[in-house]
């Protein structure tokens, strides 16, 4: 009776689970993320000297990016979809398309960090965390109604190895 029981649990969490509402707010998509990249920079072009004599070291260095390119959001997808087409050569980026939500999204937190995250049909949501100055890259998981707080898997790469 026991193993009976099991699967039917199993199978009712992950029903409830994929059926059940978001409680946490969607990241912006690609597109707003662009507008706002280009509002920035456009507020870059605009300071004047004076403006950047009084900024911090720090942030001098942070905005010079130190001759380094700065990967961009589009940059960050694409090593992505490399890194895990390099881990799993079975691997496909194509949405499926038979009524499940299911997607890929780019966007950029608060930090400056740039976050690609795919979400799967079952809800669960792999987020690929990725320095845009350094190229380090590290991967979270989160189930929203299961395990609410991001985990660490534990995975890192350099996307910065994976652009074409």
Known sequence: MR???????????????????????????IFETVETE???????????PGQVADETPAQQTEN??????????????NAVMNYCKSVNPDFSAEINTEGYTEY?????????????????????????????????AYVTELVPGIIDEEQPTGETFNARDFLE
Do not use: M
């Open 3 to 29: 193993k009976s029981i099991v699967p039917v649990v199993l199978c009712a969490v992950a029903i409830l689970t994929a059926c059940g509402g978001s409680k946490t707010e969607e990241p912006a998509s």
């Open 38 to 48: 280009k509002a920035q920079q456009e507020a870059d072009e605009t300071k004047d």
């Open 64 to 77: 010079s990016g130190e001759g380094v390119e700065q990967i961009t959001n589009e940059q960050a997808f």
């Open 104 to 136: 890929w999204d780019t966007t950029t937190d608060e930090s400056g960090e740039i976050l690609v995250i795919y979400r799967s049909y079952t809800g669960a949501q792999t987020r690929y965390h990725i320095n845009p100055s350094t190229g380090e």
